[in-house]
């Protein structure tokens, strides 16, 4: 007896903190709803409807606690009505409840909704009950299904309207657009490939030996490299090219010194996908050409070319342009290899 | 293959060997203005610098697959500057950590008879393009932001048409050869233009 009672007093103080709670929000709610009406917006109406929700909902966990006994079997019988102020009940209801008399106790310790009320409820559990079992089924199922679709669709609807908000602003790159400028700064897809009308000079890929080039046309003649295909006889081969005379008249002369691998400096693992190329060394200035004799070091463009059987080092010696009224514009470049 | 790791490599004086730290992305002309809007902000307070550059690529063509590439690179804004050669390596794969693109590079600067000089040792030109945008610095990071135009006749650098309607973005940082922390700084770096632009490193290898 004793532990039910307990359990009684307990939950009703639980019970009674809740309700206070609740009652507290609702003021609140009302008073915002009274007074600010003219600022009030939506989502905070929302909000506290919200807390209203959440305040039902621990109250009603509170009720279906095991812990708390049944409310229903407990009676409350008002014994003594008087018309009188009673001021002790004032302070406990904060001052709504003046005097308990007959007016104040069917309102309060009401157990049975209204007449006109309990009619209606009758009606209605008379017409579901008529309808029956299976079909109230179906209903209920109709009923759900249609919620869960209206559900999925909001929340469809609200995922596409945020992301719709951002895709105008998402697209401020295009990847293939990025693919395609790296592309044509990288090796210059896309645009036009410019080769000079009839490369002079004539090529011979792959010949053992010397190859020697003369010089002809102004300005484009080609740079003879050539490699040997064995690696075992270590070739040297000079090509000379024959400068033209005369004054005024372009060309360079250009000396290549082919050397093959076995004297390279590099102790490296030759690869075999594909040749490597390291320049060594290049820095300096070409000033302009009014200044040439004046302090001018341009050490080398030192190729160091590796395909995958020899290893040929190229160092160029140039005699550069002879300009008219410069007679002494000679620019000597000496190689520098490392 | 790549060069060997390039501290290997005997130093017998003359320059360190500098490396470039790529990465680069794209922006749509539209998203430009925001973009520079933020690089004004976050990079290094200077005057906005625009640039109009041609660039043209040299190749030497030898018994090998891979020619050697060179690129000159000349601007057509600044008069009396001087051309710019740039030699830029292959780029050192391996290591998923570093967050940029590292490349052997060398740069100097050379004067006006740079194409003429080329084409006697041997160079054709391969491609050419101007390149016009705006230029921002952080620190030792280079952030340029540029439009590629096709040159149409080949030496007329006032005939041309856009590649595309993005703009280039690079971040770069041409540092000694070792400094790997380097990339983090620039990843950091790119994080803050997210979602703007994507800086990540692309392998030219890939595009081919």
């Excluded at chain 1, 009224?325 to 000496?334: N, T, V």
């Excluded at chain 2, 490349?103 to 050419?128: P, Y």
Aim: aromatic share 6%; glycine share 6%.
């Amino acid at each position: 007896m004793q532990r039910e009672e307990k359990q009684l007093e307990a939950s009703l103080d639980a019970l009674l903190s809740q309700v206070a709670d609740l009652k507290n929000s609702l003021g609140s709610f009302i008073y915002k709803l009274e007074n600010e009406y003219d600022r009030l917006t939506w989502p905070s109406v929302l909000d506290s409807f919200a807390l209203l929700s959440g305040q039902l909902n621990t109250l009603n966990k509170v009720l279906k606690h095991e812990k708390t006994p049944l409310f229903r079997n407990q009676v409350i019988i008002p014994l003594v009505l008087s018309p009188d102020r009673d001021e002790d009940l004032m302070r406990q209801t904060e001052g709504r409840v003046p005097v308990f008399s007959h007016e104040v106790v069917p309102d309060h310790l009401r157990t049975k909704p209204d007449p006109e009320v309990e009619e209606q409820e009758k009606q209605l559990t008379t017409d579901a009950a008529r309808i029956g079992a299976d079909a109230a089924q179906k209903q209920i199922q109709s009923l759900n299904k249609m919620c869960s679709n209206l559900l999925e669709k909001i929340s469809k609807e609200e995922r596409e309207s945020e992301s719709g908000g951002l895709r105008p602003n998402k697209q401020t790159f295009n990847p293939a657009d990025t693919n395609a400028l790296v592309a044509a700064v990288a090796f210059g897809k896309g645009l036009s490939n410019w080769r000079p009308a009839g490369s002079s000079g004539p090529s011979q890929p792959g010949q053992p030996g010397a190859g020697t080039v003369l010089a002809g046309t102004s300005g484009l003649q080609q740079v003879q490299m050539a490699g040997a295909p064995n690696q075992q006889q270590p070739m040297l081969s000079g090509v000379q090219m024959a400068q033209a005379g005369q004054p005024g008249k372009m060309p360079s002369g250009i000396k290549t010194n082919i050397k093959s691998a076995s004297m390279h400096p590099y102790q490296r693992p030759r690869s075999r996908t594909c040749p490597d190329l390291r320049l060594l060394h290049v820095c300096g200035e070409l000033m302009d050409t009014r200044s040439w004799t004046a302090q001018l070091c341009l050490k080398s463009c030192a190729y160091s070319v590796l395909p995958e059987m020899v290893t040929a080092s190229v160092s160029l010696e140039a005699h550069c342009l002879h300009r008219p009224g410069f007679p002494d514009s000679s620019l000597a470049i000496s190689p520098g290899c490392r | 293959m790549e060069a060997p790791p390039v501290t290997m490599m005997p130093v017998t004086g003359g320059t360190i060997n500098m490396m470039e730290y790529l990465l680069q992305g794209s922006v749509l002309d539209h998203s430009l203005e925001s973009l520079i809007h933020r690089l004004r902000g976050l990079c290094d307070n200077m005057e906005p610098e625009t640039f109009v550059d041609h660039e043209m690529v040299f190749l030497l063509k030898g018994q090998q697959a891979s020619p050697f590439v060179l690129r000159a690179r000349r601007s057509l804004d600044r008069a009396g500057a001087p051309w710019h050669l740039r030699y830029l390596g292959q780029p050192e794969m391996g290591d998923k950590n570093r967050h940029a693109l590292v490349r052997n590079c060398v740069d100097i600067a050379t004067s006006e008879n740079l194409t003429d000089f080329l084409m006697e040792m041997g160079f054709r030109m391969d491609h050419e393009f101007v390149a016009r945008g705006h230029l921002f610095r952080k620190g030792i990071m280079k952030i340029v932001v540029y439009k590629i135009f096709r040159i149409l006749v080949p030496g007329n650098t006032d005939n041309t048409e856009a590649l595309s309607l993005s703009y280039l973005v690079e971040l770069s940082v041409v540092a000694p050869a070792g400094q790997d922390m380097v990339s983090d700084d620039m990843r950091n770096f790119a994080e803050q233009l997210k979602p703007l632009v994507h800086l990540e490193k692309i392998d030219p290898k890939r595009l081919m």
